[in-house]
């Protein structure tokens, strides 16, 4: 059964730091693209940042420059680290998982999804 456990989330002042975590099991990790997505209070789900199995990294707009996405296939474990973080950025995180080696910025293009993990940054 595949799983993903976010962690991490948490509280911040803005211009502070978080780090995310995503631990995966149950499918071929390295294989597939991986993908941060987050959810604010009454807005659609969006795309924040995606990683392929080779690594390469794609970021929205709103987060480029501050946001980094890494994977770590041996611990078939994903990361965001967050720096710089802003009020706007405060929303649910999911981390998700597409059975192709080529990422998207569609939520709908993804198979797996975690819980989520809450970030929370103040002014």
């Known amino acids: 059964q595949i799983q993903l456990v976010e962690s991490g989330g948490g509280s911040a002042q803005a211009g502070g730091s978080l780090r995310l975590s995503c631990a995966a099991s149950?499918?071929?990790?390295?294989?597939?693209?991986m993908g941060w997505f987050r959810q604010a209070p009454g807005k659609e789900r969006e795309g924040v940042a995606t990683?392929?199995?080779?690594?390469?990294?794609s970021y929205a707009d709103s987060v480029k420059g501050r946001f980094t996405i890494s994977r770590d296939n041996a611990k078939r474990t994903l990361y965001l680290q967050m720096s710089m973080l802003e009020p706007e950025d405060t929303a649910m995180y999911y981390c998700?998982?597409?059975?192709?080696?080529?990422?998207?910025?569609?939520?709908?293009?993804?198979?797996?999804w975690g819980q989520g993990t809450q970030v929370t940054v103040s002014s």
């Open positions: 998700a998982a597409r059975a192709r080696w080529n990422c998207s910025w569609y939520a709908v293009h993804y198979n797996y």
């Open positions: 149950g499918y071929t990790y390295s294989s597939y693209c």
């Open positions: 990683i392929t199995g080779y690594g390469g990294t």
